[in-house]
């Protein structure tokens, strides 16, 4: 009962301590504390009962790419790798976009993430396809001992009451975002009604099928990008660089470029390795919104 309970409280505050912990298997998935997970994915084939319109499919592509943005720019190059520098507001209002990607808050995925490089595919990679594709892909986001924000590894974030606030309470921003959602799909409906769409079907699109997309592109880096694709650099791991994924995922299928270099801002290094975050990024630093960008080590292009 107390088990269930923490898993309940847990859906809400995600650092709400737990003394049964210790006695889990840090491998086993807590099946109640991943039900909404599991419900986002089943919300998609809600699809076949609210039908679809190119306003569906066009809030559901917007907010696929402006969330992948967060995702890419903010929580992997600013929050975990500090690639680049940017004012507390323009971080706080990339942290709150990241968070509607329902990835958790900010500091667990920085913290999971630095520690992915620090032991990338050996002993104590959270998440190397060494121990299986699917937990690297899925199985390690949804496992009791990778539940905890690993607070040790982000101290430079921890200074932030507005980051800790949004990593604490990340369930917060998604459940705000569902009834903002459905709201503009009524207010759409009343006010245009020849565009075709409603208050569930963006729900269903804009928040399901647009955050599922989301979560197995991202996904694809840790598993996928650590098996297909090509190596220019003989790093220390599996890492690999896939023009595919790169492209659906604004420039982080250049995997292998940024296991060589990844304080670099910039992840595709020749001039057709498409990089979207990185052109957005440096047109967000001529705007003088972020700054100082970290390049590669001279050289490393060619290894
Ligand atoms: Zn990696
Ligand atoms: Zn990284």
Redesign the pocket.
């Known amino acids: 009962m107390r088990a269930t309970t923490a898993s309940l409280v847990r859906w809400l505050d995600a650092w709400a301590e737990d003394p049964k912990d210790a006695e889990r298997d840090p491998r086993a998935i807590d099946w109640l504390r991943t039900l909404p997970f599991l419900a986002i994915h089943l919300g998609c084939l809600f699809a076949l009962v609210v039908g679809w319109s190119w306003t569906a499919l066009a809030v559901c592509a917007g907010f696929y790419a402006l969330r992948m943005f967060a995702i890419t720019a903010f929580y992997h190059r600013y929050f975990s790798h500090r690639s680049f520098q940017t004012s507390r507001f323009m971080q706080f209002l990339f942290a709150l976009l990241g968070s509607t990607a329902v990835q958790r808050g900010p500091l667990w995925w920085a913290a999971h993430h630095r520690a ?1 490089h620090q032991h ?1 595919d050996s002993e104590g990679d959270t998440h190397s396809p060494r121990e299986g594709f699917w937990w690297s892909h899925v199985g390690w986001v949804l496992a009791n001992g990778n539940f905890r924000t690993r607070m040790d590894l982000v101290p430079d974030l921890m200074r932030f009451p507005e980051l800790r606030f949004l990593d604490r309470f990340d369930s917060v921003i998604p459940l705000l975002l569902i009834p903002a959602l459905f709201a503009l799909g009524e207010l759409l409906h009343g006010l245009a009604p020849e565009l075709g769409t409603n208050g569930w079907q963006m729900v269903v699109y804009g928040f399901c099928i647009s955050t599922v997309l989301l979560y197995h592109l991202t996904f694809s ?2 598993s996928v ?2 098996r297909f694709g090509s190596r220019r650099f003989e790093t220390n ?1 599996q ?1 690999r660089n896939n023009a595919v994924l790169a492209l659906l995922t604004f420039g982080e299928g250049w ?1 292998n470029n940024h ?1 060589r270099s990844p304080a670099s801002t910039r992840q595709g290094l020749r001039w057709w390795e498409v990089d979207m975050s990185w052109y957005l990024l440096r047109t967000m630093g001529a705007l003088g919104l972020v700054w100082n960008f970290k390049s590669r080590p001279s050289r490393s292009v060619d290894g």
Do not use: C
């Open positions: 992915h990338a880096i840790n990008a650590h791991d890492s995997h296991h």
